[in-house]
């Protein structure tokens, strides 16, 4: 049986995208301070996960997701 190695930077990469997916990115960078996430190289990492955004798709993204949460908050 051959045990399948997970490469730490890899899972990290991939767990911080389905946070950014899930939650807003303010939460996200909360959670990553608490968790001292943020000792590795933060300038590449970013690069990575905002590779292929705008200023317009981040703001457009912002607003989806702002839009969704009023529509789910009990009034």
Request: charged share 35%.
């Amino acid at each position: 049986m051959k045990i399948k190695v997970i490469n730490e930077r890899e899972n990290l990469q991939e767990v911080i995208q389905v946070l950014l997916t899930h939650l807003e990115p303010s939460k996200v960078m909360k959670f990553w301070a608490a968790c001292k996430l943020s000792e590795g190289d933060y300038l590449q990492l970013k690069e990575k996960l905002f590779a292929e955004e705008t200023v317009a798709s981040l703001y457009a993204k912002i607003k989806d997701f702002q839009d969704e949460e009023s529509k789910q908050s009990p009034e």
